[in-house]
């Protein structure tokens, strides 16, 4: 069997390497390292892709989110609410920007943002929503952009661990995440579905105005050379990234498709044990299968019961089997994110799922053998404890 991986980029890599290698040498042979035209070549096809009108690369996905908020003009002290289990970049920027991040508790099946709990936490401060669509599973979004609308808020989709995604409006239409809110981040980190071989990030919107603004924030606030008519950054996307990003697009949905299929087995294994719950949102479209496309597991996340989450990753690790907990400890008790106004009755499925969640390999190279040695070692695992 070959060795199981967490994430495998060596074996996409080497599937790959034909398309991408000399999509690298010809940046190297042009030296049009910064701005150059494999970059707008991959936000052109980046558009097309997702269906939205404008795609604004930058340097990685946490700029990504910081920039969307910039440019939505958000002042220190209006309040954002977002998830209180996700990872931690979703809060930073809210913090760094000096605006108030207001955290709130996840449902229990999807594990995405919970809708009620937005509702609760919307005050007359309240300027922004931050789904997050956790571990490649869209949020909630219409009913979101519905309480958005009716109090009057901009929804920053966190779309990093779920490009490509599709979400079916209860009308039955379907948009890929990340295409829906007034604006959305993500990003190419390694590891994402869509991943370069370094950092990279990119802000979708539809909104005209908006994709003006934040093209000159990513450029120093710059419209026209040397004129700064905003406080910007600096946070581009390099042409070498974008070589590797456009020589991937094309084999996205495929990604996707393999991940699906690993994660279909897995649910096969685990669907009926009844210390485990597999990872839900399946029966938005009755299941899990070839056509179902509306999670593209960024991670396969198995929630426990009345088992040693614990002992499982310390006896996963012994057989060579990564796993991994995404996420440990909820955002509202990590120190730099901690204040008065949180109460622990608001955060318990957020508390519960940091002790019994666990998080299997996950990605596209992953074959039936070790799928099934997986499976039976966590299952044995289970039975026998
Ligand atoms: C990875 C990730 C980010 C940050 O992306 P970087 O490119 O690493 O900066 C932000 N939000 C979520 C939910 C992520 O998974």
Known sequence: MKKIQMVDLQGQYAKIKAIVDPSIEEVMNSAAFINGPKVHRFQKNLEDYLDVKHVIPCANGT??????????????????????????????????????????????????????????????????????????????????????????????????????????HKDGRKTKAGVIGDVASTSFFPSKNLGCYGDGGAIFTNNDDLAHTIRGIVNHGMYKRYHHDVVGVNSRLDSIQAAVLDAKLPHLDDYNKARRSAAKKYNEAFKDHPNITVP??????????????????????????????????????????????????????QKAYTDDRYNEADFTVTNQLVKSVISLPMHTELDNEQIDFITSTVLNFINAN
């Open 280 to 333: 839900s949102g399946l029966d938005v479209c009755n299941g899990i299968c070839d056509t179902c496309d509306c999670h593209v597991f960024h991670q396969y996340t198995l929630n426990l019961k009345n088992v040693d989450r614990d002992a499982l990753v310390a006896h996963l690790q012994e057989k060579q089997i990564p796993c991994g907990v995404y996420y440990p400890i909820p955002l509202h008790k």
């Open 63 to 168: 700029d990504a989110l910081q920039i969307a908020m910039m440019g939505l003009g958000l002042k220190p002290g209006d309040e954002v609410i977002t998830a209180d289990f996700t990872f931690a970049a979703t809060v930073e920027v809210i913090a760094l920007l000096q605006l108030t991040p207001v955290l709130v508790d996840v449902d229990p099946v999807t594990f995405n943002i919970d809708v009620n709990a937005i509702k609760k936490a919307i005050t007359p401060k309240t300027k922004a929503i931050v789904p997050v669509h956790l571990f490649g599973l869209p949020a909630e979004m219409d009913e979101i952009m519905a309480l958005a609308k009716a109090h009057n808020l901009y929804v920053i989709e966190d779309n990093a661990q779920a490009i490509g995604a599709n979400y079916t």
